[in-house]
């Protein structure tokens, strides 16, 4: 159910068109929502071990909110998944350079730590 409601989904809520305060609040609560299933649904298919499904869904959840961190968790878990230890090391490396671009931070210990567990793996 929940993949057919990504599936369903078009985009922000009344995109293009100048929204007063009741506006702003609805399109920010369907991109919430959004974002929580998109992260529930990742984290189920991660479990059943349908990785590049995950990554599909993970990618459209970060083209709404790159800065969803456990998403990027989520995709780093899924290319290890798929034993794309090289892509996982570029994926992370572009994450500690977007994030410090934008942000001047590095992503959280979690993620880092995520990152080097996961490299042990290889």
Sequence with gaps: ????????????????????????????GYETKFLQTIKLSSEQLLKNNSSQEALNIINKGLALDYFQEDLHRYACQAHAQLGLYNDLAAYYAHLCDTFEQELGAQP???TRQLYERLMLKN
Aim: zero cysteines; proline letters at 3%; charged letters at 25%.
């Design 108 to 110: 959280a210990p979690e």
């Design 1 to 28: 159910m929940r993949l057919e409601l990504i599936a369903l989904y078009q985009g922000e809520f009344l995109a293009g068109f100048e929204l007063e305060e009741w506006g702003s609040m609805v399109r920010a």
